[in-house]
């Protein structure tokens, strides 16, 4: 929609929502300089002269309602064919936000928020409005944690006519009651078992049943047995649990007949938890709700002639009552006596009764302060008493509860004329949330606690991934909340932890036994000398840094291996004939400086690739080498290699 001016006074901002039946616009009022929420009916529906008038007339019957946890509705019209409603701006989120965002409520808070609710569902009631569509989607949180129930116009006209939209029907059948699901007749019990399923939601963090389609839903409303909240979340209060499964019986006359019987005991839980007063048996409704069959035309004209007959009766008889004329006339002085005793007699009980009722229009006003605000406000509304809050921080007093009353305990209201209170309610302590400073520079860091009121700490410590003179972490840990003027730790980063180790003697050693032992000591290999040649078994004669020297962790450790001479061997293959295809080639070294026997290596040549060069054949600096070469584990051939002989 195009921004626009509705009636010459709201003006559109930006779109904030929207259901199935219309969108919500946040808009300024022109005419008194506010913000307000104006919902415009779909353009579906604005060809459908039955559900608008019924729109318009519910909208208007809502209007009357007035009440702290419900959002209020300015105004109702319609300008070149936009039905739209002009509603309190709530600054917040839906209760269906806010349970997804913190997942299952403690039972406290949400008691709290269900007393809210009730309470407005009590007030709807009062003035004969069934909202039709109590859900945590209808449901608005403010900032300052206080409930208001929206769309009582709305949910009766899209609930007189069935509207469905791409499929989906109006409301949610998550939180229909039976009566609904069956499409039977709702009255005040219908909502109250929806609020029962929002206490579910709210405390078990799920709805009491779900399917794969809208019509699984209802039949399990209908026929299934809800599994009690405690069985999902133990700590949730015996008396809690009761009052929820009372709220959502399947038969109306088994639930709480009015809000205000809800409502007394939601209050209840907050003193009782444990309690065992929510009724657990079916109650009885002594007027149940009936619907009554519609007269046909047969039945209208046997009563037409019944009453016919009992006419001609009457004739015939007032023969026989005119001879009884004296008789009656006796009677009726002896009534008339009766009568006349009777009018005195009332008018006394009037006089009586008018006394009584003077007192019962007085209010006493008691001590409220060191109570929960949510336990004593709805009985001062209920007698229509304003109730002026003003929420503050306190060190002491714990969050929610009076601080402090501006009128005395034991005075007196006459509940005829206007009546107000005010309450300091607490806030509780002042918080802070601690930010998440990771990876932040420390001077920085600092910086920002002090602008919050707290008081930064540096601690020093290593960190392999944090960059030096970096926040590593803080504690408290980022996102806690403490008063102001708390100690905050920071933990600065100096960096990878430097250790030192001793260089561990390594003359002697081959390159695999060094490797071996660098590693173990957390050093590394440096360069090999001579360089570009294999170490092989040779021995290390020199290292550097030297035996004992201190050097830090992961330094290199430079080798000094003994000179050694490299010759290769030709071999051919004598008489082929002795052999197989494959032949098994083995070359044993014995070197003159270790007189030990070694493999040099070991390989299966073919026949045809002979003749083949027994290659790395390593000569000790001035010393010598045997060489012994077997052919299919024979010996073939031997050799002993000189240094003096090596060009």
């Known amino acids: 929609m195009k921004m626009e001016v509705l009636g010459n006074r709201y003006e559109l901002l930006e779109k904030i929502g929207g259901g199935g039946m219309a969108l919500v616009y946040k808009a300024r009022c022109r005419l008194l300089n506010r913000f307000v929420a104006v919902k415009i009916l779909r353009e579906e529906f604005i060809g459908d002269e039955e559900f608008v008038k019924r729109f318009e007339v519910e909208a208007q019957s809502a209007a009357s309602l007035s009440h702290p946890n419900i959002v209020s509705i300015y105004d109702v019209g319609n300008q070149d064919n936009i039905y739209y409603i002009v509603m309190e701006y709530v600054d917040g989120s839906t209760l269906k936000d806010y349970i997804a965002s913190k997942g299952a409520l403690p039972w ?34 403010t900032k300052e944690g206080i409930a208001k129930v929206t769309d009582f116009g709305i949910a009766r006209a899209a609930t007189s006519s069935t509207i469905t939209i791409a499929g989906n029907t109006i409301g949610s059948v998550h939180y229909f009651s039976p009566e609904q699901a069956r499409g039977g007749y709702i009255d005040e019990k219908s909502d109250l078992y929806s609020l029962g399923i929002v206490i579910y939601e709210m405390i078990t963090g799920r709805m009491p049943f779900d399917g794969e389609s809208p019509v699984a839903v209802a039949l399990k409303h209908i026929h299934e047995k809800p599994i009690p909240p405690k069985e999902i979340k133990n700590d ?45 048996e079916s109650s009885i409704d002594l007027n149940p709700t009936k619907k009554m069959k519609a ?14 007959d009992i006419e001609d009766k009457a004739d015939s008889k007032k ?36 006394s009584l009722s003077a007192e019962a229009r007085k209010f006493v006003v008691k001590n409220y302060v060191g109570r929960d605000f949510y336990e004593i406000v709805n009985v001062l509304k209920n007698a229509n008493i304003e109730v002026i ?7 002491v007093v714990p969050k929610d509860y009076i601080i402090k009353q501006s009128v005395e305990p034991g005075s007196v209201f006459k509940l005829d004329g206007y009546n107000s209170i005010e309450f300091h309610i607490s806030k509780g302590p002042q918080l802070v949330k601690i930010p998440d400073l990771t990876n932040k520079e420390c001077r920085k860091a600092e910086v920002e606690l002090q602008q919050l009121n707290l008081k930064p700490k540096v601690v020093d410590e290593y960190s ?24 905050v730790i920071i933990y600065r980063s100096l960096g990878p932890q430097i250790k030192t180790v001793q260089v561990p003697d390594l003359i002697g050693r081959t390159y695999t036994e060094a490797q071996l032992i660098l590693e173990e000591h957390n050093l590394k290999v440096g360069t090999l ?41 030709p071999l051919d293959l004598n008489n082929p004939e002795l052999y197989g295809e494959y032949i098994k080639v083995v070359t044993q070294i014995t070197p003159s400086d270790t007189n030990e026997t070694r493999i040099l290596s070991e390989r299966v040549i073919q026949k045809g690739y002979f003749p083949i060069s027994i290659d790395d054949i390593p000569v000790p600096e001035n010393g010598s080498v045997k060489v012994r070469i077997l052919l299919d584990d024979k010996l073939y051939r031997e050799a002993t290699i000189y240094w003096d002989e090596i060009e």
């Not at 809210?116 to 909202?131: D, F, G, M, N, T």
């Open 108 to 141: 406290r808070e949400a008691v709290k928020i269900a007393i809210q609710i009730c309470s407005a569902i009590e007030h709807a009631h009062s003035k004969q409005i069934i909202h039709r569509d109590i859900k945590p989607q209808n449901i608005l949180m």
């Open 236 to 280: 949730i209060p015996k008396a809690l649990n009761d009052v929820v499964m009372k709220a959502i019986r399947k038969e109306q006359s088994s639930r709480y007949q009015t809000a205000s019987e809800m409502l007394e005991d939601l209050y209840r839980v907050l003193k009782e938890p444990e309690g065992d007063f929510a009724d657990t």
């Open 295 to 308: 007269i046909n035309e047969h039945e209208t004209e046997m009563l037409q002639k019944e009453e016919y």
């Open 319 to 354: 023969a026989n009552k005119r001879k009884k004329g004296d008789k009656i006339s006796i009677l009726l002085a002896v009534i008339i006596s009766f009568i006349v005793i009777g009018i005195f007699t009332y008018i006394g009980y009037s006089v009586f009764i008018t």
């Open 389 to 395: 809050e003003h929420w503050v921080y306190d060190e």
């Open 464 to 487: 392999d991934i944090i960059p030096v003179d970096h926040v590593i972490t803080t504690y408290p840990n980022p996102n806690e909340e403490v008063k102001p003027e708390t100690e």
């Open 529 to 569: 000398y001579p360089e570009g040649r294999s170490p092989g078994s040779s021995k290390i004669i020199k290292q550097e840094p030297e035996p004992g020297i201190t050097v830090n962790e992961e330094s290199a450790v430079n080798l000094y291996f003994e000179q050694v001479k490299y010759v290769s061997i």
